[in-house]
């Protein structure tokens, strides 16, 4: 990898598209002044949107392209129409070429993975990826997995989730072991789904060297911070995803409401605005905003589809972490170690 | 039944036990003035605190037992010492004996409902149970089942809960034909677990007469209140629930730490506290606090095992909504009306 961080960008993905992608990579090159920009797109309106950026069009290489998948098609609908040429399928292409160091995109989820596995395909010894999703807790964040890539999950590639997951924490917290639950329904061994207690005994008893295993964990210890890394197969964890934005929405209505009532109240909020600032910025989804695609050979981040310039902006630079501290190398070592992996599947990565 | 709501209440279940439970049912009373209770659980600890209510008292009757069911047991380990003797078992029992009109525990979920189960039986046509949740949205309420009664469910499940659950709906908000979602993981047609998708074709197709079915909804779905009922098997829903909740609490302790922040922001939220009281309220679980157990030939009521009096109270009042309106009565009616019940099962139920 170079110095520089090179970043491919879907720059028709996402509901507020081109405008929102630009705006978005300027805010993250400010704070990374070494990085490049691809962008894969319609050039006609990406132009003018760079000429007005002097800095970052000079940071910036844009590939021309008229297709681009649709937010509501489905996985196969959208490879049919748009591999090889679509910019979702170029921003990905880019990284199986080595001419980008990761993509990100904030397009249809499903088609985004479904191109990703297509080209990138997946590491030696996983079958299926994953989605890593950052999860604000009381505590600072955890990493919730697999929000949404696969339905439904055995024992194993529960295993693999955590091993993953676990890896991803070691870079992104900077932690020597995080402790890893499974989510569950009850918290005693005997309780749950069958694959979940299974998956339990087997990190239980194998005690793989790069993680903690803490135990089942429930959907309300998810925001207390209990553990670093909760796992979870895709259906269920875009259940809890979902929910708790939602929830979080919910009760940001309730606080609008609260504060537009009495004169008293007006007063009172307006005395207290800058807490409330910071407050709306801690319920903020963009702060957290981006989902990690893993076990595939390449590195590609998830940007919400309503995402605003600063939550895209979130999203490349929690790629700016993962490319920085080598994420693939770590999670084919620590595959590796976990004996998930065939020795010859290595290469150099374990170190 | 007769005038006076009767409710038999499993005086040792919660986390906070007997105190809870009859100041819960002293709440409960005043605003249900032709209640009558009838207590089961440890009469030396019971005694005084009815002592010290008179007109509590005189509206109630003490079974004792010394055998209560621990909060950690699994069902069957429950089952084996507790049946026929636990103060939850005799709560259950009150109801098939019809002494009381309905059953509230703030017991072990798993044991409640295996001892409601193996004590009540299901309804004609209904396999497993279900637990319907009353859950706060922007809109007002909604119903929420399966909250954790059962793991999975194939497509026929699926839509066994959704007319109970829109039976349960009609009865408690008051509606002729509530909108029913079936949740899943986006909310086009093709997207999600196979056996949801199943269940929204006959949904979509049998147009069934007691409910209008609106199509998928995702988590951020259920607090924007979308649906009147959010139809999902058991470990889902549990997840789900759980999550809102520890999102709401998250949330809380945020708004906590932003209040106590400068002393303008403390200022401020002195003047604002009416409105802040009302926030706090409006975020209370125990405002909505209550699962209705669902496909049982009686009713019981599971209050949340860390609820206080308030509460405990909300979940009497509960079973006071759905046994005035007779639940049972409309869930068969509703169930034989979409061809779920043979006719020879009805008797007078279908009207």
């Known amino acids: 990898m170079s110095d520089k961080v090179r970043i491919a960008l879907d720059a028709m993905g996402g509901d507020h598209g081109p405008a929102m992608v630009v705006a978005g990579a ?147 917290f900077h932690l020597d072991k995080p402790t890893v639950g499974l989510l569950n329904i009850g918290v005693e061994e005997a309780k749950g789904l069958e694959q979940v207690r299974e998956a339990g005994r087997i990190l239980r008893e194998e005690k793989l060297p790069d993680l903690d295993y803490h135990g089942f964990v429930e959907g309300d210890d998810i925001g207390k911070g209990k553990v670093d890394v909760v796992v979870t197969e895709g259906f269920a964890g875009n259940i809890a995803l979902k929910t708790a934005e939602g929830t979080a929405r919910q009760i940001g209505e309730y606080l609008k409401g609260a504060m537009s009532g009495s004169l008293r109240a007006r007063i009172g909020f307006l005395l207290a605005r800058p807490a409330f600032r910071k407050l709306r910025e801690r319920m903020n989804p963009s702060r957290a905003n981006g989902g990690v695609f893993l076990g595939l050979n390449g590195i590609v981040i998830k940007s919400h589809g309503g995402a605003d310039a600063e939550g895209f902006a979130a999203a490349i630079e929690l790629g700016h972490g993962v490319v920085r501290d080598e994420l693939l190398t770590k999670i084919t070592a620590a595959l590796a170690r976990a004996g998930k992996l065939p020795r010859q599947a290595l290469g150099g990565a374990a170190s």
Chains 1, 2 share one sequence.
Do not use: C
């Open 26 to 172: 300027e805010l993250a090159l400010a704070r990374h002044p070494g990085s490049e920009f691809l962008f894969f797109g319609n050039s006609a309106l990406l132009s003018p949107l760079l000429e007005a950026r002097p800095s970052l069009k000079s940071a910036s290489r844009l590939v021309h392209t008229d297709i681009a998948v649709k937010m509501e098609d489905k996985p196969s609908q959208a490879l049919r129409y748009g591999r090889w040429k679509s910019s979702m399928w170029l921003t990905i292409d880019a990284v199986k070429k080595g001419e980008a160091d990761m993509a990100v995109s904030g397009g249809n989820t499903g088609a985004l993975m479904a191109m990703s596995k297509f080209n990138l395909k997946t590491l030696p010894g996983i079958d299926r990826p994953a989605i890593a999703a950052l999860w604000p807790t009381v505590r600072g964040e955890s990493i919730v997995l697999d929000v949404g890539a696969t339905i439904g999950a055995d024992a194993d590639h529960l295993v693999d989730l955590a091993v993953m997951g676990a890896a991803t924490a070691r870079i992104l």
